[in-house]
């Protein structure tokens, strides 16, 4: 009974909305995305495409200006009144398996709302070029699709050749956010961050075959880190410097010492986009400085 009752009201928040009204019928209705996807929108924004873009998942928190739009939760756990409030023609996201809860999911598919997820998997540069194309080509700005590839293989081409003129190989621990009952969550080599550290001529100083991975503070002592870089989450909750080096198992290390942790976006690390050449750089930067 209380399944039936919440995909009935989902159904009549959809009739009122006007999602199956006249102007549809005759072909005149206006899209309305929710995209669930922070690399899509990323992108999206890019493109210049955002003028059909109603709502976004919490994490989507990159260009600035999407801040502004409403969001219908994390896209693991979605809300469906938000996303039905949000009145949307279609649902952007990049694969089904990252999204939730299940049952959100399964109430979507029921009320045949429709649901997209681009072909390309983004992986390395390439990949990422291609998605772009990808997705240029379906919102028909081929264009300025080209011209980001374009500038993402410059910035790339910046960074490779720069880090070639570097001799050192700084290992860098990636704290993703704060600590709990001194666990902390790092960033591995697993993932876009991974390849970028690599690229900008450093290595990364856990490994591991999952991209993030619960860690002791004793383990984080162990790896010993050069550089250590605390997403926006961690930094700013901790509040300063002097903070982050009281923490357990972080003060003993060679970053510490050198007075070498730096702030740095989540956003910035664990997707690839247009802007991934400049990110490299941005890293290049910060694990070379002495």
């Given at each position: 009974?209380?399944?039936?009752?919440?995909?009935?009201?989902?159904?009549?928040?959809l009739?009122?909305?006007?999602?199956?009204?006249?102007?549809?019928?005759?072909?005149?209705?206006?899209?309305?995305?929710?995209?669930?996807?922070?690399?899509?929108?990323?992108?999206?924004?890019?493109?210049?495409a955002?003028?059909?873009?109603?709502?976004?998942?919490?994490?989507?928190?990159?260009?600035?200006?999407?801040?502004?739009?409403?969001?219908?939760?994390?896209?693991?756990a979605?809300?469906?009144?938000?996303?039905?409030?949000?009145?949307?023609?279609?649902?952007?996201?990049?694969?089904?398996?990252?999204?939730?809860?299940?049952?959100?999911?399964?109430?979507?598919?029921?009320?045949?709302?429709?649901?997209?997820?681009?072909?390309?998997?983004?992986?390395?540069?390439?990949?990422?070029?291609?998605?772009?194309?990808?997705?240029?080509?379906?919102?028909?700005?081929?264009?300025?699709?080209?011209?980001?590839?374009?500038?993402?293989?410059?910035?790339?081409?910046?960074?490779?050749?720069?880090?070639?003129?570097?001799?050192?190989?700084?290992?860098?621990?990636?704290?993703?956010?704060?600590?709990?009952?001194?666990?902390?969550?790092?960033?591995?080599?697993?993932?876009?961050?991974?390849?970028?550290?690599?690229?900008?001529g450093?290595?990364?100083?856990?490994?591991?075959?999952?991209?993030?991975?619960?860690?002791?503070?004793?383990?984080v002592?162990?790896?010993?880190?050069?550089?250590?870089?605390?997403?926006?989450?961690?930094?700013?909750?901790?509040?300063?410097?002097?903070?982050?080096?009281?923490?357990?198992?972080?003060?003993?290390?060679?970053?510490?010492?050198?007075?070498?942790?730096?702030?740095?976006?989540?956003?910035?690390?664990v997707?690839?986009?247009?802007?991934?050449?400049?990110?490299?750089?941005?890293l290049?930067?910060?694990?070379?400085?002495?």
């Open positions: 009974m209380k399944k039936y009752y919440i995909l009935s009201a989902a159904v009549l928040a009739l009122s909305c006007g999602r199956f009204d006249n102007k549809e019928e005759q072909g005149e209705r206006e899209e309305r995305i929710v995209c669930v996807s922070k690399q899509y929108n990323e992108i999206i924004y890019a493109l210049g955002q003028q059909n873009l109603v709502a976004v998942d919490i994490s989507s928190t990159y260009p600035e200006a999407i801040k502004k739009l409403p969001t219908v939760g994390y896209h693991r979605l809300s469906l009144e938000g996303l039905l409030a949000a009145k949307p023609t279609l649902i952007l996201h990049s694969g089904v398996k990252s999204m939730g809860p299940e049952h959100v999911v399964r109430q979507l598919e029921q009320l045949k709302i429709p649901m997209k997820e681009f072909t390309t998997q983004s992986k390395d540069i390439e990949s990422t070029k291609a998605l772009i194309r990808e997705m240029g080509k379906y919102f028909k700005t081929e264009k300025r699709a080209d011209s980001l590839c374009a500038i993402l293989d410059a910035d790339m081409k910046v960074a490779l050749d720069s880090a070639k003129l570097y001799t050192d190989t700084p290992k860098v621990l990636i704290i993703h956010f704060g600590r709990a009952n001194n666990v902390y969550l790092i960033i591995t080599q697993k993932g876009p961050a991974g390849k970028m550290i690599q690229w900008a450093g290595e990364m100083a856990m490994t591991d075959t999952t991209g993030m991975k619960q860690l002791s503070a004793e383990i002592t162990k790896s010993n880190p050069d550089v250590i870089l605390l997403t926006d989450f961690g930094y700013d909750q901790l509040g300063s410097l002097e903070k982050i080096k009281e923490l357990p198992g972080v003060g003993s290390t060679n970053a510490v010492r050198n007075n070498r942790i730096y702030r740095i976006e989540e956003h910035d690390l997707y690839m986009g247009p802007r991934t050449g400049k990110t490299t750089l941005t290049q930067r910060l694990i070379h400085q002495k």
